[in-house]
């Protein structure tokens, strides 16, 4: 090989090597650095920040000007209840917002040793395109957990060693990131539709 090819070898290296210390410490960042948390005033529900299925993070203000619908617990969830919930909440959304321009679901999970990007990806995919699965360090998610009124309940399992429950509730937040109200996660599509109705109906 020529000088010159070397030193396009050792170039490109060295750019694919700084590109992956980018991903590594913004992960790290995201797990290992929480966030200071903003209710803006609401009773339940606020600012967060989570690292995303791409290894990036997200913000509340990623989904400015659309609804979120945010619920709590782990792709090894107990009793296997947040995929069922999840694909109720989806539903129920797409006959509300058919275009799915206008809301999104945020999933966090609560599991962040076994929940990392590749995971969330799969768990997200799984779905459908309307949710968006994130985490964040354990000191984080607890504080978030409680901004947000969800238990953490972690669960002793044969199969899996533990589960994270899920949240009873997704809660409803506007455009603005007021806080709107709660959905229970065990209701069906059309129920929830018809909650979702209510809630995202602007007052007169």
């Not at 750019?15 to 995201?30: M, P």
């Not at 809301?103 to 990392?116: E, K, N």
């Not at 968006?132 to 957990?145: F, M, Q, R």
């Amino acid at each position: 090989m020529t000088p010159k090819g070397k030193r396009i070898l050792l170039t490109t290296a060295a750019i694919l090597a700084a590109s992956g210390l980018g991903v590594y410490f913004t992960t790290s960042l995201a797990l290992h650095h929480g966030p200071t948390l903003n209710s803006y005033g609401n009773e339940v529900g606020g600012s967060f920040r989570l690292m995303d299925a791409t290894t990036g993070t997200m913000t509340d203000q990623t989904f400015h000007g659309r609804w979120m619908v945010v619920l709590f617990g782990a792709s090894h969830c107990t009793h296997d209840a947040c995929e069922p919930a999840l694909r109720a909440m989806s539903e129920a959304l797409d006959r509300v917002d058919p275009t799915r321009r206008n809301a999104v679901i945020i999933f966090v999970s609560l599991d962040p040793d076994r929940d990392d990007a590749e995971r969330l990806h799969q768990l997200a995919t799984a779905i459908g395109p309307r949710v968006v699965a994130g985490t964040a360090s354990p000191h984080a998610l607890i504080d978030l957990a409680k901004e947000y009124q969800a238990p953490i309940e972690k669960t002793d399992d044969p199969e899996w060693s533990y589960t994270m429950g899920m949240s009873p509730h997704f809660v409803v937040m506007d455009p603005n990131t007021r806080y709107k109200g709660v959905i229970d996660a065990s209701q069906t599509p059309e129920a929830m539709r018809t909650q979702l109705e209510k809630l995202m109906t602007p007052e007169k």
